[in-house]
């Protein structure tokens, strides 16, 4: 929910400095796209300020290295703003205390050591037992001491299907799992994860008969599109209309192996300054900022000021 009638202008923080009249302003915007009783379903206070919450996905973006350095990272300029690992997870239970009605938690990023990461899950665990876990990680550094008894899918984010030339790829000295091994304790929850570059080629992957989810590259050029395309076409298509987050997938199968394509996201849009009228997600940036946006100027939720003083 985050239409946006013509009627409609978006509420600022400047807008926020009043919270009656902010209810006011967010009461009378939200009757432009759902009806009384809707706006009284969703309306909540959340860190104090008032909010249409619609957010049933929780994403929180690690704040250790992810140890590589992909060209297309879309996180590159987050990354140089983090915190500890313990005011971290401070700031998950913090988040989780406040709001602990998702049925959705990803976990990407970004790392923690396998201490802290087990402790975040027993966190997530405390206050959202029946949520569905996904983690996203390149493997670096990840063995069987982490625990993902809870964990619904793992996403294993590669460059390539053969491991040197991947650990090449990601242009890092970093001890990265391999697939067979990441599999003898993931089992069945795990998934390869890659972006479709134009020297992507699907039936590399095919021999490791684990479910594949495949990035549109973005912004892309004529042979990543070309590529993924390609890729499209020889899909058994199950599914093209499935939309979440707002992002559009396609799910196929692709020598009886599924595979699930993220196609992108075209309606995201970046408002600096934005105040969180319609909170559609809620994401936990490495810095401990915590926002309803992929940027932490827009859609600002929390921070605990001790622990992000500079932020």
């Known amino acids: 929910m985050n239409k946006m009638n013509s009627k409609q202008r978006i509420i600022m923080e400047s807008d926020a400095i009043n919270l009656e009249q902010l209810e006011y302003k967010i009461h009378q915007q939200a009757l432009f796209d759902i009806d009384q009783s809707e706006y009284e379903a969703h309306i909540r206070n959340l860190f104090g300020r008032p909010v249409l919450d619609f957010a049933k996905t929780l994403v929180i973006n690690l704040p250790g290295s992810c140890f590589a350095n992909c ?29 602990h009605n998702f049925n959705e938690v990803s976990i990407t ?11 975040l899950i027993d966190i997530i665990q405390k206050y959202c037992p029946n949520a569905k876990i996904t983690w996203n990680t390149n493997g670096a550094k990840v063995d069987d001491s982490y625990n993902v008894s809870h964990i619904k899918y793992i996403n294993l984010h590669r460059n390539s299907a053969n491991d040197k030339i991947n650990k090449e790829l990601f242009c890092t000295d970093t001890d990265i799992i391999s697939i067979e091994k990441f599999k003898l304790f993931a089992g069945d929850k795990l998934c390869l994860r890659v972006t479709v570059d134009k020297d992507f080629d699907i039936d590399e992957y095919v021999k490791y008969n684990t479910p594949m989810y495949l990035n549109r590259m973005l912004p892309g050029t004529f042979e990543t599109e070309e590529t993924f395309n390609k890729v499209r076409k020889a899909l058994n298509i199950t599914e093209c209309t499935d939309v979440r987050r707002r992002n559009h997938y396609i799910n196929g199968r692709y020598k009886n192996i599924p ?6 996201d075209h309606l995201a849009q970046h408002v600096s300054g934005r105040y969180p009228a319609w909170l559609n997600v809620v994401i936990i940036h490495r810095s401990g900022v915590v926002a309803g946006s992929w940027y932490e100027n827009d859609k600002f939720l929390y921070k605990d000021e001790k622990i992000c003083k500079n932020k």
């Open 109 to 119: 990023g970004g790392s923690l050591p396998s201490n802290k990461f087990n402790k």
């Open 71 to 99: 060209p297309y990272c879309i996180d590159k300029d987050l990354r140089k703003n983090t915190i500890s690992c313990d005011d971290f997870l401070k700031t998950c239970e913090a988040v989780l205390m406040e709001k």
């Open 259 to 264: 595979v699930r394509l993220c196609v992108g």
